[in-house]
């Protein structure tokens, strides 16, 4: 029944209950007709009307309030409902998806990720943020975009990540590999945190295991269990395709999630994944600086002296381990249109420190 119709439903029984004015009796056998009384007065009929029609009105607004509301909910299909692509390629590299075991080791992959709606969500996010800069450097090397979905199965692009074996930073390097590509690490400093020069080490080691290996699948092995161990089993195995190597667990579950990885992200909207332009996380703006240090430069006086606070300085610099700076050549990262203060201030402490 529609609410006009309801409404005029209840007001007609109102006032047959409330307004009945006559009544038939009996005397006896004869029968008399006799004015009863109302059982409300006209002003209080009046105002339980007036009382209903604004609750009904209140009600409309309430339906029209929840109707819009439901039709800008957006709900995910259940993860059962997506399927895998039928061909589907990781920096040109065909996947052998006919082979039913490989299709069942990324189905398993790909059924994970898509039902893990927050880790997605924080992957969509943190792209916006990081790979801009890893799209370029690629680009710079001539080095495939795909190789960029390597970070997200590494890390999910957290650039604080330590895992179990000591692996750091947004790329995950070991400190033995990570030195191998210029990174440094010391009491005061791990620049495997610094996301900047770990992109161009990673991308350069990448570059180097392709250079050996002549296969982009086979270099991601290597990139994840280390070089030496995919010689050994693929010299042990006598095979150089990665999808018919034993490995570790690990390594052999990775390139399929580099693999989930582009599938979903390519198009997460394909997979009931959607945010809205102010939802993703802002872009990387830096300047950055390369300093030269002959003495320990304290991190909270480069911040008061660029508008800027300790906090900010420190998370942009997460390769500083200390509250200085230390003594050496480094690479500093200042907030966007700071570079110019701290070169005015830098000047003016060397020149202090100089004249101490």
Sequence with gaps: MKMGNLLGALLIGILLVGCATEQTVYRGSEKVTVQAESQENYGTLVERLNSLERSVSGLRSELADLGKRLRNIQVRPPVGA????EEVYLCGERIPLEDRGVWENLDREFLV?????????????????????IEKKLKEMGLPDDLKYL?????????????????????????????RYGMRRNRAIDERFDFFKATEGALAYLKSLYDEFKC?????A?????????????????????????????????????????????????FGFRLE?????????????????????????VARAIGSYYKELKEMNLHLSEETIPPGTHFLNLPPGTSERFWTFFSTWKKELEGK
């Design 82 to 85: 997506h399927k895998l692509p």
């Design 113 to 133: 990720a898509l039902d893990n709606e927050a880790l997605v969500l924080l992957w969509m996010k943190r792209a916006r943020r990081y790979f801009p800069h």
């Design 151 to 179: 970070a997200i199965t590494e890390s999910s692009l957290r650039p604080t990540a330590i895992s179990s074996s000591g692996a750091s930073g947004i790329w995950q390097f070991i400190p033995s590999t990570g030195e």
């Design 216 to 220: 982009w699948t086979l270099s991601m």
């Design 222 to 270: 290597a990139y994840n269990a280390g070089e030496n161990r995919i010689r050994k089993e693929m010299e042990l195995q006598k095979i150089k395709d990665y999808f018919y190597l034993d490995l570790p667990a690990e390594t052999e579950r990775y390139v399929y999630k580099i693999a989930v990885a582009k599938i979903i992200l390519s198009d997460p909207g394909r």
């Design 277 to 301: 332009t102010k939802e993703f996380y802002d872009s990387l703006q830096t300047e950055r600086v390369q300093i030269e240090l002959t003495q320990p430069l304290p991190i909270v006086d």
